[in-house]
């Protein structure tokens, strides 16, 4: 098959862990600011910097358990609600001390940015674990939250290794704490490790559209140190049954996405995925534009996602960057005219020229 990896910048300004999810013929980003919770807002996701408001929802008040590096945060709509879920820690203990927090805003059938919005504490139910870049999926019409963590039961502030976790959700602000998560991922691929340190992070659902009896569902997870340029994107294929079992997971053997020797951007990882209404996708992930940036300048980029019999691709390494959204739609004009591309390709191709202004078919 043919896939064109052209790769669009969308935010000029770092905005680290970048979320989008579409709304209102809208896009939502949440991003990593550090000592709050932000929400931009755009129709447009081709020049999304240029054409959106921005609106800070939520503040921590000073010198509280969950005042310091506030990262990663996600936006969800669940049983009639607005949710954002983040990472937070004590400042008076650092690092060690980060745990899964949510705030609960209006109800779905309304402008998250419009609030209000009320901190609703830890998400009840984890152990007592070091724990990040939580987000929820949907199985078998059930919901869980999948996370990264320390292994259970080290308190040692090592960092060396990061986990992938999943637990069972009752309701959006509980999980099921009669039973621990299940690990369902440690690094234990070569290209996990940066140095000393393992890790596993970020995870997002993926799910491939119904195409001919190709399905595909999982967790898309990056791994490798975020500070470096050798931060990547890998996969975890759920193979039915229950998700709490270990067994039914199966981790890709070589990355999704990683750095390209021959260009920039550098670092790719730590996104999500847009399903467009015609069943096709984009990936949204930060990157640098250099290879020594580490976490300064990470960028919100957006690359197509295609899906094979393997599975999801990517075209395995960060595409050529192009400059305008037009230069995008000319690439993307160029697979539809390779002969090799699908209907729904040149549907892809015409939302895009409406500016992206698609919906989340989950919704």
């Known amino acids: 098959m043919k896939y064109n990896n052209a790769l669009l910048t969308i935010t000029s300004d770092s905005t680290a862990d970048p979320f989008i999810l579409c709304r209102f013929d809208k896009f939502y980003l949440t991003f990593t600011a550090g000592s ?6 755009s129709p447009h996701l081709g020049n999304f910097q240029k054409t959106c408001t921005r609106h800070s929802i939520w503040r921590p008040p000073p010198d509280t358990p969950y005042s310091g590096d506030l990262w990663a945060p996600e936006l969800h709509a669940l049983n009639g609600r607005w949710y954002v879920y983040f990472a937070a820690d004590d400042p008076k203990h ?9 705030l609960g805003g ?22 007592n674990q070091w724990a990040i870049d939580g987000t929820v999926i949907e199985l078998d019409g059930k919901n869980y939250f999948v996370y990264s963590g320390w292994p ?51 995870p997002q659902e993926l ?3 119904h195409d001919g009896g190709r399905q595909w569902s999982g967790i898309v997870y990056s791994c490798a140190g ?17 998700p709490l079992d270990v067994r039914n997971w199966r981790k890709g053997n070589e990355p999704l996405l990683q750095n390209s020797r021959g260009h920039g951007p550098y670092g790719p990882g730590h996104g999500n995925f847009i399903t467009l209404d015609t069943g096709d996708m984009v990936s949204v992930f930060h990157a640098t534009d250099n290879p020594t940036d580490g976490w300064n300048g ?21 595409g050529r960057q192009v400059g305008t959204i037009e230069k995008f739609l000319e690439d993307v004009a160029d697979v539809i005219g390779s002969g090799g591309s699908s209907s729904s390709l040149k549907d892809l191709g015409r939302d895009i020229l409406r500016e992206f202004k698609v919906v989340l078919k989950k919704f």
């Open 94 to 102: 650092g690092n060690p001390s980060h745990r899964m927090f949510v």
């Open 36 to 41: 709050h919770i932000e929400i931009w807002c």
């Open 298 to 318: 990470r960028k919100a980029r957006v690359q197509r996602v295609v899906f094979t019999q393997d599975g999801p691709h990517m075209g395995k390494v960060v």
């Open 152 to 202: 259970l039961g080290d308190h040692s502030g090592s960092h060396k290794v990061q986990e992938l976790f999943i637990a069972r959700m009752f309701t959006p602000t509980e999980c099921d704490e009669s039973r621990l998560p299940t690990r369902i991922s440690t690094p234990d691929r070569r290209w996990e490790w940066s140095g000393q340190s393992g890790i596993n992070e970020g």
């Open 226 to 242: 975020s500070w470096t340029k050798d931060y990547k994107v890998n996969t975890i294929q759920w193979l039915g049954g229950d």
């Open 207 to 209: 799910k491939s559209p």
């Open 106 to 127: 209006p109800p779905s059938h309304a402008d998250p940015c419009a609030g209000p919005w009320e901190f609703l504490g830890h998400l009840r139910g984890l152990p």
